[in-house]
């Protein structure tokens, strides 16, 4: 009989994903390696438990990748598309003036 799974497991079964397992700071030296080697500019992360399942990552590993360099410390707009260096689309309707 075909399982029943959830969308959210689902979507962890069928794709493809690396796994980090350690301690916060072998967790965070697997992940730096990826991104100084310029092998991925992200990750998509899948906790094991929801919706708090990222809290220890965001307490215990982000600040590592931080001092490492592989993580934000800031960003540098205020908006998206400012952090984005994207400019403001033209405004379709400019110079229309309504009756």
């Known amino acids: 009989e075909a399982e029943k799974l959830s969308i ?3 979507i962890i079964a069928v794709t493809a994903r690396q796994q980090f397992v350690g301690t916060p700071a072998q967790v965070a030296e697997d992940i730096d390696h990826y991104v100084q080697s310029d092998a991925c500019d992200g990750f998509i992360l899948v906790p094991h438990l ?3 399942g990222l ?3 965001v307490e215990k590993v982000v600040p590592q990748l931080q001092d490492r360099g592989s993580f934000r ?3 540098s707009g205020t908006t998206l ?3 984005l260096g994207l400019s403001h689309p033209h405004r379709r309707n400019e110079g229309v003036r309504a009756s």
């Open 73 to 75: 410390t800031e960003y």
């Open 50 to 52: 929801t919706p708090a």
């Open 81 to 83: 598309r400012s952090h």
């Open 8 to 10: 959210r497991e689902l």
């Open 55 to 57: 809290d220890e990552f």
